[in-house]
Each structure stands twice: as C-alpha cells, then as structure tokens.
C-alpha cells in the first residue's frame, strides 16, 4: 500500500486526503491546527462558495453532514454599473442546481476529525523546508496544499500563464448575521453582485457560520486607489463592518437598508489582504533534490471575484486522485506531476483562470452583447424566455467555466449563441434588451429610480 503525505488542512488538501483513504491509500495529513484549533481560534480563508460540480465530490465522499441546516442559494442577481450611481442594467440567473457556502473553520474542523475516525493520520505541526525533506523522503508522493503560505515559493511562478505580477484588487470579507435571507422582488436566493466598474465589486453570499448558522458572507473587492479601498488599514471583524456599511451607503445606497443593521458573525470572521492570481510550475524540488508537488491555491491562487477557488481546488483534488490511481505502483516523478496537472489545466483550470479573469478586466464586446441580450432576466425558475436562458447560461458558467468562457472572448460564437437561446436573430435580441436598458437610463437621468426587471409582489420574509 503506497504512502501519500499531505500538507495542509483545507479544503483542497482534506478533499484529497479523503479520497485517496476510501482508495485504499495510506494518508498521513499535516495540519498547522488542531481541528479545535481550526473551529475557535482561526480566521476563515475565504468564502468557499462551491457550485455543483465541485459537491458533486463532496457528496460522493460522503462529506455532507450540514447539507439539511446550510441556506442553499439558487443563482446571481447581478447589478452593473458603468458609472456610480447608474445601474445599468441587472441579471437574474439561476443555477441548474444549487451552491453552498460553508465555513471553513467548521468544515476542516469536521473533515479533520473524520479523517481519523475514517483510519486517516493527522499529524500536528507547522512543516518547515527541512521538516517538509523528511517526510518526502517518507512517503511515495508528499502534495503540498497549504494554500499561499510559505512552502507555496517550492513552486515556480509561470511567467507564461500568470497574466498578472501584482494584486488587481484589494480585497476584504466579514462574515455577519442579521440581514434576511433574501431580497424583495428576487425570487430566489442569489449571490447578489454590485459591480461598480470605477470602485470595483461587492458580493453578498448566503453562507452557513460555525456559530451563526444560514447568514452572510460579504466580500469587498476596491480597486486599488478607487472610491472603494477603504479596508487596507481595518485590523477587526468590526472595523471591516463599519467601513463596509460606509461603502455601501455611499457607492450603493439600493442595498443600504437590508444590510445597514448586520452584525458581526465571530470575531475572527473576517480578512483584509490582497495578491496577485497566479498559475504556478507543478513541480517543486527540495533541497535533497526530492520532488513534492501542488494542489490547490498552493498550484493556482485565483482572485475570488469569480468565487473560483474552492471549486478549482475540489476539480483539481478529483484530478489528482484519479492520476494517482491510474499510475499504479509506478514513480511519482517530475514527468508525472506535470502530465497530472496539465491534464487538470486544460480539462478545468485553464478555462476558469481565463473566466475569473475576464471578471478583473473591463468587460469584453461579446460580454457586453450578452448582458444587453439578456435584459429583462427576473430570475423566475417558471421563465423560460430567451432572456433568462441567456442569463442563466451566465449564472452556469460559474459552475462549469468550459460552458460560455470561448464564446466571452469571441464575438461571432457569441452572436450565434445568442440567436440560439433566443430564437430570433441575434441583433434582435440586443435591440430589444437595449431598448430596455435606455428606457432607465432616461428614468436616471430624470432623476428616477430605475425599474430594473423584477418579480412585482414578491417579498422576503424577514
């Protein structure tokens, strides 16, 4: 039987770990903490937002204990603002079948302490270079998943597919209670999207707390020097609230009231930092020459604005099991590392840094004849309309970037895309959805609220 070590206890890491024990593999994971440690004493380390594809993993490993109790959310409701103060135009899409966001601290707490109850080994201890030598030379392939911390630099940065060598966006989270679960006149419960092209984006996720239960978790993406990077200097769960609540009263005052009496979550429920999305070289070489290799953000640290980096991690896991499984008893070497990832990146990976970052950039002609196409989504699971399709099939590529990602980036494709989904001629669909999106452009101009589709009568119980 083949020993496997792992480094590091997030989700990526323990994912694998579980899979590769139901294989019949011996798996040793190091963890910096103890699963209490994780549950009272850690920050999260992000929102996790995972999509479909992604818990499809999960629940085949039988890694779904919250499942009952989470808030399951349905889709986007997206706002797009090309100036502060005018939105634009909305998108209303849902999601073949459900996300969920759950805490970190909660799950690598519960997957920690199965793990050892499944026959797994957890050590406790924070591996250093040297310490990281000796249990490579321990174990047939030792996988470094410990996210962008230290042992991350074994990885060399490929300068080829990292289109960025600094932050685009300075980032800030906190986890809080109070708002309802839900919006007037969305029928359902979305990831709610504010972007606001000259300040940045803010998103709105339901989320499952260690202690709060179905709550919030909300996510400040400021461009660097706009109206927005008001965080970098907040050092509290509180401070990112209050700062928060400031930015939106000021840049999105539409969702000043439901959010204007939230609350912090836990103390530790939040993060303030910012770094560049990179795609690193999956081989790293230990000072002895042995070979260790990546997974997860410790191989392709994303910018969450495309809520990627959880459901990368999970492909990338399933990836790497399968490849190990595959191999048989044969050598963990350099040649198989590469050939392991490149088969992730260009199955998933390569497609979801291509859509994450199309998120970062000013949106490309055939997304903005997407969005116009669109107009007039509600978000209705009975609309079966060509807008909402179109919206929908936005909403998807979440789940599965492949989906819509090349037609993003090429105009025709999209054109006939669009003729597709709705039936009519592709110039039809825009000057419909156009006509509507100038009717609230007048409104704004006059001084009016804009009325953006939305389902009239439907109202959130508090």
Known sequence: M?????????????????ALLKAGYQVTLYSDR?????????????????????????????LNSWVDDAP??????????????????????????????????????????????????????????????EIAAAHDLTVVAAGRAELCRLFERDAERSVYDKPQRHLAMVCVEGPRLGFDGI?????????????????????????????????????????MDRFQEARSAEQ????????????MPWDYEWMKDA???????????????????????????????????????????????ANNGNKMARNLVDCIIAHQDRPFDADWMTDTFERFYWRHGHATYTFNNLLLEPIPAAGREL????????????????EQRLANAFAENFNDPTLLTPFLLDQRRMR????????HSWMRALAGGGLGIVREELRQLRGQEPRHPLVRGYKKAA
């Open 371 to 386: 969005l116009i196409a669109q107009y007039g989504s509600d978000g209705r699971f009975d609309n079966h309309s060509g």
């Open 72 to 133: 399951w959310g349905d889709g986007f409701h997206i706002t797009f603002c090309p100036m502060l103060g005018n939105r634009m135009l909305t998108l209303a899409g849902r999601l073949r079948r459900p996300f969920l966001a759950i805490d970190l601290r909660l799950q690598s707490h519960q997957w920690m302490n199965e793990l050892v109850a499944r026959g797994g080994k957890v050590e406790i201890e924070s591996v250093t270079l040297q310490r990281l030598d």
């Open 240 to 251: 990112v609230l209050e700062i928060g609540k400031k930015v939106v009263r000021d840049l």
């Open 187 to 227: 029928p359902m419960l979305p990831v709610k999207l504010n972007l606001l092209a000259p300040a940045g984006e803010t998103f709105w996720v339901p989320y499952f707390h260690k202690d709060a239960g179905a709550s919030w978790n909300l996510l400040f993406e400021a461009r660097p020097g706009g109206p």
């Open 34 to 62: 103890t699963p209490e440690q994780w549950l009272n004493e850690s920050r999260p380390t992000g929102t996790a937002t995972r999509f479909d594809l992604s818990l499809q993993y999960e629940y085949e490993l039988d």
């Open 2 to 18: 083949r020993n496997i070590a792992i480094i590091g206890s997030g989700q990526a890491g323990l994912l694998a770990a579980h």
């Open 263 to 309: 609350r912090i979550s836990d103390p530790n429920g939040w993060l303030v930092g910012k770094f560049a999305p990179t795609v690193r070289k999956p081989v790293g070489r230990l000072p002895s020459g042995r070979l260790v290799m990546p997974l997860g953000d410790t191989a392709m640290s994303l910018d969450p604005i495309g809520g990627q980096g």
């Open 416 to 423: 006939q895309f669009i003729a597709k989904e709705t039936g």
